[in-house]
């Protein structure tokens, strides 16, 4: 199986989240050396296990993986496998509209508010019910998999095609509307900290209130589309299954 991969990380020495740009960009201006950051990035969920940067080469881009020799808390949803598209879309069918919403707002809670110690406390009970952690269940055992997730400021890449994630991040939003029917426009802040278009949503024909001013925090279980072109959509598992604030 793929190594598992991270968007964001742990930084021992300030106590935050940062984000792989961060590494990269310190990498290209400092020769290579990242030794600011290196053996001081953990899980960005358990804060226990250590992650190490991988360089870009010619075929592939620069990532986050856990050092071998290290683990993660038991509750950390990085433990897990990842469930496939089947077994999301089933856990979803379960589940009425409020709770896929109630599911969102835990996962959005736990994906965004990360930066101060006190907020993610993997051992509390509340933890315990982590909203990542899905059960699953295999030849009548009940399994635990893990949703994958993907920060929107990350590249949306065409590998990641019809697999199911979460997506989050701190965006802006924008309504288009196409016949009857609507599209919501997502805008990702990039390196150079301006706005740039991402990736849309087809809304059906729900039409979304949105302060084009604001920056909102989304959560998303969905997968990418790219029958449109090179910039993919996002397409939902369930018509509500998208939550922002
Ligand atoms: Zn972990």
Redesign the pocket.
């Known amino acids: 199986m793929k190594r598992k991969q991270f968007d964001d990380f742990y930084f021992v020495k300030d106590g935050k989240i940062h984000t792989l740009d961060e590494v990269q960009d310190r990498y290209e201006k400092n020769n290579g050396d990242i030794s600011y950051f290196q053996g001081r990035m ?8 250590i992650l190490s940067f991988t360089r870009k080469t010619s075929s592939r881009r620069e990532y986050l993986s ?1 050092e071998p020799s290290s683990s ?2 038991d509750n ?4 897990n496998d990842y469930a496939s598209k089947k077994q999301i879309i089933e856990y979803v069918e379960t589940m009425n509209d409020n709770q896929i919403q109630d599911k969102l707002k835990s996962a959005l809670n736990m994906l965004m508010n990360r930066d101060t110690s006190t907020d993610i406390n993997i051992n509390s009970q509340e933890q315990r019910d982590n909203p990542l952690i899905i059960k699953s269940s295999n030849v009548g055992n009940s399994i635990q998999r893990t949703i994958p997730r993907k920060s929107l400021s990350m590249w949306l890449d065409k590998e990641y095609e019809g697999k199911v994630f979460i997506f989050y991040g701190k965006v802006k939003l924008k309504v288009e509307p196409f016949k009857e029917f609507f599209r919501l426009l997502i805008y990702t802040k990039k390196r150079d900290k301006t706005w740039g278009y991402k990736t849309k949503v087809f809304r059906i024909r729900f039409k979304d209130k949105i302060d084009e001013n604001k920056e909102y925090d989304i959560a998303i279980l969905g997968y990418l589309d790219f029958s449109y072109g090179s910039t993919p959509e996002i397409k939902l598992v369930k018509y509500n299954s998208l939550l922002y604030r």
Do not use: G, N, T, W
């Open positions: 953990r899980c960005p969920e358990c804060k226990e296990a856990k993660h808390l950390c949803s990085y433990k």
